[in-house]
T-cell receptor
Framework: AQSVSQHNHHVILSEAASLELGCNYS??????LFWYVQYPGQHLQLLLK??????LVKGIKGFEAEFIKSKFSFNLRKPSVQWSDTAEYFC????????????FGSGTQLTVLP | EAQVTQNPRYLITVTGKKLTVTCSQN?????MSWYRQDPGLGLRQIYY???????DKGDVPEGYKVSRKEKRNFPLILESPSPNQTSLYFC?????????????FGNGTRLTVT
């Protein structure tokens, strides 16, 4: 069965600092990869996704993620965070030959200090 | 406005008292799903439905029931709630499955079972 690991449970940064959130998955086949964001008190919304092609994908609000197949990773990055980026971030994986639809990681709470 | 609507937003109940959380989407999506969100565990899928009258178990289906009689509605039923079902529940929908279409989430239902 596929699984998703987000090793950073809580990250605290100052504004303008660079961000990298780790996401690793355990599945050897072809995958689709997603990052979702949940702002305080709100529902989850899609940040970015990777299906195929260029392994560096850009999403909304200046976020990007890089798919490294050899490392089974899909880390989320942002060069300069803002206070408004304070949220919980979830990595999600779908294995294309699996009946399971989408598996989420446990989430990373990002707190950006003004 | 395209949205997924869940009701109620907050629910406090007692052990054993049957309850239903409603979910409705107005985007003509084929796929709908229920998740529960617990601290440190991320989102875990309870049930999903690929289309009307088609439902499948997710990761944690025990103690829950669903039905999909109409395309727009996907209620979650707890026949005999227990305290370990205290959680934050999200309904989600997508055009044709979570593999390629992004999920649209409802605002969540916070359930407390005493």
């Amino acid at each position: 069965a596929q699984s998703v690991s987000q090793h950073n449970h809580h990250v605290i940064l100052s504004e303008a600092a660079s961000l990298e959130l780790g996401c690793n998955y355990s599945y050897g086949g072809t995958v689709n990869l997603f990052w979702y964001v949940q702002y305080p008190g709100q529902h989850l919304q899609l940040l970015l996704k990777y299906f195929s092609g260029d392994p560096l994908v850009k999403g909304i609000k200046g976020f990007e993620a890089e798919f490294i197949k050899s490392k089974f990773s899909f880390n989320l990055r942002k060069p300069s965070v803002q206070w408004s980026d304070t949220a919980e971030y979830f990595c999600a994986v779908n294995a294309l030959d699996s009946a399971r639809q989408l598996t989420f990681g446990s989430g990373t709470q990002l707190t950006v200090l003004p | 406005e395209a949205q997924v609507t869940q009701n109620p937003r907050y629910l406090i109940t007692v052990t054993g008292k049957k309850l239903t959380v409603t979910c409705s989407q107005n985007m003509n999506h084929e796929y709908m799903s229920w998740y529960r969100q617990d601290p440190g565990l991320g989102l875990r899928q309870i049930y999903y439905s690929m289309n009307v009258e088609v439902t499948d178990k997710g990761d944690v289906p025990e103690g829950y029931k669903v039905s999909r009689k109409e395309k727009r509605n996907f209620p979650l039923i707890l026949e005999s709630p227990s305290p370990n079902q205290t959680s934050l529940y999200f309904c989600a929908s997508s055009l044709n499955g979570a593999r390629f279409s992004p999920l649209h989430f409802g605002n969540g239902t916070r359930l407390t079972v005493t």
